[in-house]
Each structure stands twice: as structure tokens, then as C-alpha cells.
């Protein structure tokens, strides 16, 4: 599906166990059309995340492959405690990187 961007292999670079969910990024514009080609509808216990975006997916695509920061910042919202500590320890180190 070329208009989801879905970074493979997060979850255990995260050190998160791998699932059959899809949670992928997608252009704002885009989201309407998506949802009714493949019945999606509004399910908040589903196996779908769309995470709606207004950046250019080239840019997301990048991003979701050079590094984890970008689920990271996603999994650091998480109500999920697990994945809300894996995605705040990600940006920690990530931080600590780029500071040197």
C-alpha cells in the first residue's frame, strides 16, 4: 500500500514484542479515501492505527526508515505503560545522541 507508510521492524528495535497490527502514517488528504475503499470504520480497540499527517510522506518515509524517533514519539502518548516507557527510553537515548 503505497500511501501508508508503515515502519516495519519498530517494535523490537524498541524492544516491544511484534504484532499482526498495522499502524502506519498517512496524508491528512487522503484518510477519507483510504477508509472507504477498505470499509475501515472508527474501531478505538482495532488493529488499525492511521496516524493522520499534514508532512509529506517522503519526509515520514524517511523518517520511519533512518531511525525509531518517529514511533517513539507516537509510542511516548501511549496509555499503554509499556510502550509509553519504550518510546520515552528511545527518545532519551535519541537525545542523548544528538547531543554528543
Do not use: P
Not at 488493529?47 to 508532512?55: C, E, F, I, S, Y
Amino acid at each position: 500500500m503505497g500511501e501508508l507508510v508503515y515502519a516495519a521492524d519498530v517494535a523490537g528495535r524498541l524492544g516491544l514484542t511484534e504484532t499482526n497490527n498495522i499502524d502506519g502514517y498517512i496524508s491528512v488528504g487522503d484518510v477519507d479515501g483510504l477508509a472507504s475503499r477498505h470499509g475501515l470504520i472508527r474501531d478505538d480497540e482495532g488493529r488499525v492505527t492511521l496516524r493522520a499527517t499534514t508532512m509529506g510522506l517522503d519526509v515520514v518515509r524517511d523518517l520511519a526508515k533512518r531511525s525509531v524517533v518517529l514511533a517513539a514519539i507516537d509510542l511516548a502518548e501511549s496509555l499503554e505503560v509499556r510502550e509509553r516507557r519504550a518510546g520515552v527510553d528511545a527518545l532519551d537515548r535519541a537525545l542523548e545522541e544528538f547531543r554528543g
